[in-house]
């Protein structure tokens, strides 16, 4: 089994900044792309940023330079530098990662943290 884990996410006012982390455990034996998505109240869940080994790192359009995502391989973490954070940025952050797990035979798997909620405040 594998598991993600997010931490990091709190109630903040407008403007600081936030660092989110997300770990990954358990059977692993290739990660193929970790992911942030997020979902604020009553809107779908969208792509924040994420890393790739294929294609390297991507942003959603939204973020334009306020975050910076950067992996650890060695420690299976993925990281979401926040700076500048407006309310508009409130929900839940989650982890998403295309992992190759032990026991499956080289086939990639698609999972999911819980998510860490991010509150800002006006």
């Known amino acids: 089994q594998v598991q993600l884990r997010e931490s990091g996410g709190g109630l903040v006012q407008a403007g600081v900044s936030l660092e989110l982390s997300c770990v990954a455990s358990g059977s692993i034996l290739d990660i193929l792309a970790m992911r942030w998505y997020r979902q604020a109240p009553g809107k779908q869940r969208e792509l924040v940023a994420g890393v790739s080994k294929r294609f390297g790192t991507t942003y959603g359009d939204f973020v334009k330079g306020r975050f910076t995502v950067t992996g650890d391989s060695v420690g299976n973490t993925l990281y979401l530098q926040m700076n500048s954070l407006k309310p508009e940025d409130t929900g839940v952050y989650y982890c998403?990662?295309?992992?190759?797990?032990?026991?499956?035979?080289?086939?990639?798997?698609?999972?999911w943290g819980q998510g860490t909620q991010v509150t800002v405040s006006s």
């Open positions: 998403n990662a295309d992992v190759v797990a032990r026991n499956s035979l080289g086939s990639a798997a698609d999972y």
